[in-house]
Nanobody
């Protein structure tokens, strides 16, 4: 049974930082890519960042503007999203997702292209 479990959300003031973690199980699990998405209140789920399982390719949404970094801790089978210079508009539920496609030309940015999802973690940025 594949499980993605997010943690690290919380409430911070504008300009602050958070680090989200997504623990992937079982340890033998591998995917083509892992992604982070978010769903702001009253809006659709949107792409934030993604990376290939090998770490060779990464992509970010335009609104990230260099503030977020996606990475993988192989020893802990965990995908991380480091978020800095947070803004109130970053307030959302953040989801981790796994793409099991055998290969793509580039990492997927559409939610429908991902096969497994975590339960989400709330991030609230106050002004």
């Amino acid at each position: 049974q594949v499980q993605l479990i997010e943690s690290g959300g919380g409430e911070v003031q504008a300009g602050g930082s958070l680090r989200l973690a997504c623990v992937v199980s079982p340890r033998t699990f591998s995917a083509y890519a892992m992604g982070w998405f978010r769903q702001p209140p009253g809006k659709e789920r949107e792409f934030v960042a993604a990376m290939t399982w090998s770490g060779g390719s990464r992509d970010y949404a335009d609104f990230v503007e260099g503030r977020f970094t996606i990475s993988r801790d192989n020893a802990k089978n965990t995908v991380l999203l480091e978020m800095n210079s947070l803004k109130p508009e970053d307030t959302a539920v953040y989801y981790c997702a796994a793409d099991l496609a055998p290969v793509r030309l580039r990492v997927a940015t559409g939610p429908a292209q991902y096969d497994y999802w975590g339960q989400g973690t709330q991030v609230t940025v106050s002004s």
